[in-house]
C-alpha cells in the first residue's frame, strides 16, 4: 500500500510538472517568416552593420608639409586625401611622388608628409604610426617595403599583390603565406612590420 501511495504521488507531481510547463510554454508567440521575410530581415541587419561602419569616426594626425598640420576627424576607411583636404591640402614643397594618397586611414595614426628632396628616416615615414616605428604591411608601399631586410621589387610586389588579394593582413604570421617569405626571412623581419 505505502508503494501504491508513493508511485501516485510521484505520478501526480510529474503531471503537475508537465501541466505547469504546457501552461508556461503556451504563453509563448511563436512567429511563422517566409523564408523571404527572413532574406529580408537579415539584408536589413547586414545594411545596419555596414552604416555603423561607414559612420565609425577615426582620428589621425598629419604634419609636415601640409598647410594646417593636426589632428583631423574621419570616417573609418577614409583615404588619405580625404584628411590631407580637411587640412587644407598639401604645401608646394610637399613631395607628391613619396606620398600615397590613396592610403587607407586607421585611428591613431601619424603621417608625417616630405618636403622635396627631404631624407626621411624610416622612424618618421608616413607608413609608421606613433605607437611604433614599424612597417605596416597593411599601408605601406612597395618602396617602404623594399627597406626591409631581404625584401626586393619581386617580394614588395608579392606582399602588395597579397594584400589587395585578401583584404590585407590579419596577422604579421600571415605574410609567411606570400611566395618568397619563409620562416627564416619572417624571424629577420617580424620585429619591423606590423599590421596597424
Known amino acids: ?20 510547463g504546457i501552461i508556461l510554454n503556451s504563453k509563448k508567440t511563436v512567429y511563422i517568416v517566409s523564408p523571404e521575410e527572413n532574406i529580408k530581415q537579415q539584408e536589413n541587419y547586414v545594411q545596419a552593420d555596414e552604416k555603423y561602419i561607414e559612420d565609425k569616426q577615426i582620428m589621425v594626425y ?4 601640409i598647410k594646417m598640420p593636426g589632428v583631423v576627424t574621419v570616417k573609418q576607411g577614409d583615404r588619405l586625401i580625404n584628411a ?5 591640402g598639401l604645401t608646394e614643397n610637399a613631395d607628391y611622388n613619396r606620398v600615397n594618397l590613396a592610403m587607407k586611414l586607421d585611428d591613431g595614426m601619424h603621417i608625417i608628409i616630405p618636403k622635396i628632396g627631404e ?5 618618421t615615414n608616413n607608413f609608421t604610426n606613433n605607437n611604433s616605428n614599424k612597417i605596416n604591411i597593411n599601408t605601406a608601399s612597395e618602396a617602404q617595403l623594399k627597406t626591409l631586410p631581404g625584401v626586393g621589387d619581386s617580394i614588395a610586389k608579392k606582399i602588395v599583390s597579397y594584400r589587395e588579394e ?3 593582413f590579419k596577422s604579421i604570421e600571415e605574410i609567411k603565406n606570400v611566395s618568397g617569405i619563409g620562416d627564416k626571412k619572417f624571424e629577420e623581419i617580424k620585429e619591423l612590420i606590423s599590421i596597424n
Open 119 to 123: 631624407e626621411v628616416s624610416v622612424q
Open 1 to 20: 500500500m505505502k508503494l501504491n501511495i508513493r508511485n501516485t504521488m510521484i505520478f501526480s507531481f510529474l503531471l503537475l510538472l508537465v501541466f505547469t
Open 166 to 168: 585578401n583584404s590585407g
Open 62 to 65: 598629419i604634419s609636415g608639409e
Open 84 to 88: 590631407v583636404e580637411k587640412l587644407g
